[in-house]
C-alpha cells in the first residue's frame, strides 16, 4: 500500500505540494489529474523518492521512501529520451533486469517474453530510432514491467501519441494492470483518458500549494471498451465531475 501522510513539497520557497494527504490501496490504478504547474509530477517524483518529502511522509508497505523504493518502475512521457539509442530494443528492455544477477540468455529472454506481450514480436534485434512513436513507448512499457514491479509510476505516458495509439497504449495498459495488479498512479491531462483507465481518479488543485480537491472512484459496468465504454452515461457522468473540479467549478 502506497501512503502519503500530510506531503508538503517545495522547490526552494516556492510551495508546489501542501498538507497532501493519500491512500492508495494494493492493486489500484490511480489516475492523478490538475491543472498544468499544479504539482502532478512532482507529486510522482516524490512517491519515487526522486525527491524527499520536505513535510509529511511517504511509504510503500509500511517502509518510509528515503531512496528509490524496491520494485518500483516508472514511464515518463518522453519516450525518445528514456530510452538508449545506442542499444537494440532487447537490450534497452532487458537493462533493469542485470541488477538481478540474472544471466545474459536469461535477460534476454526475458526481454522477448515480454516484447511479445506488449505487441512488439519481432522487434529485439531493432534498435528504438527504428520505431515509431507508440513502438519506443511499448518498449518503455516492457522495461518498465519486466521486473514485474509491484507500483508502477507513469507521468503523461500517452500524452504525446496520436489518438488511435494512444487508445491501443491504454487497452494495453489496462490488460497488463487486469493480469497482474500492479498498483498504477497514472499522470494524464487528458480527463477522458483518466476516466477510462482509471479504478479511482484525483483532482488536484491549481498550485501553489496544491491540495487534493475531488476523489472519485471509477465504478463502470462491464468491461472497458473505447466505443462502448465512452459512451455509457456513467462515464459522461464522471467526465463532467472530473472536468468540473479540474476547472475550479
Ligand atoms: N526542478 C524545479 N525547480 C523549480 N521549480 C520547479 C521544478 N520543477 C517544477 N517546478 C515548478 O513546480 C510547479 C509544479 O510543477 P510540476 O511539473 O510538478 O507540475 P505538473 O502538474 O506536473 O505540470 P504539467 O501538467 O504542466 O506537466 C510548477 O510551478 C513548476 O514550474
Not at 504547474?37 to 512517491?47: E, I
Not at 531512496?67 to 512521457?77: C, E, I, K, S, T
Not at 494512444?166 to 498512479?185: C, F, M, P, S, Y
Amino acid at each position: 500500500m502506497l501512503r502519503l501522510d500530510a506531503v508538503g513539497q517545495y522547490y526552494g520557497d516556492h510551495p508546489v505540494l501542501r498538507d497532501l494527504t493519500l491512500t492508495v490501496p494494493d492493486g489500484q490504478l490511480l489516475c492523478v489529474v490538475g491543472p498544468s504547474g499544479c504539482g502532478k509530477s512532482t507529486l510522482l517524483r516524490t512517491v519515487a523518492g526522486l525527491l524527499p518529502a520536505r513535510e509529511g511522509e511517504v511509504t510503500v508497505d509500511d517502509t518510509p521512501v528515503t531512496g528509490v523504493p524496491d520494485r518500483l518502475a516508472v514511464v515518463f512521457q518522453d519516450y525518445g529520451r528514456s530510452l538508449y539509442p545506442w542499444l537494440t530494443v532487447r537490450d534497452n528492455v532487458a537493462l533493469p533486469l542485470r541488477r538481478q544477477g540474472l544471466g545474459r540468455t536469461g535477460r534476454r529472454a526475458a526481454a522477448e517474453r515480454i516484447l511479445e506481450r506488449v505487441g512488439l514480436d519481432g522487434t529485439a534485434r531493432r534498435h528504438p530510432w527504428q520505431l515509431s512513436g507508440g513502438m519506443q513507448q511499448r518498449v518503455a512499457i516492457a522495461r518498465a514491467l519486466v521486473c514485474r514491479p509491484s507500483l508502477l509510476l507513469m507521468d503523461e505516458p500517452f500524452g504525446s501519441l496520436d489518438a488511435q495509439t494512444r487508445e491501443d497504449l491504454e487497452d494495453l495498459l489496462l490488460e497488463v494492470h487486469r493480469t497482474d495488479g500492479t498498483t498504477i498512479v497514472f499522470v494524464t491531462h487528458d480527463i477522458d483518458e483518466s476516466v477510462y483507465v482509471g479504478d479511482r481518479v484525483v483532482v488536484l488543485s491549481p498550485g501553489p500549494g496544491s491540495r487534493v480537491v475531488l476523489d472519485l472512484p471509477v465504478e463502470l459496468p462491464g468491461k472497458r471498451d473505447q466505443i462502448g465504454t465512452r459512451g455509457l452515461p456513467e462515464f459522461v457522468a464522471l467526465r463532467s465531475a472530473v472536468g468540473r473540479a479540474v476547472r475550479g467549478g
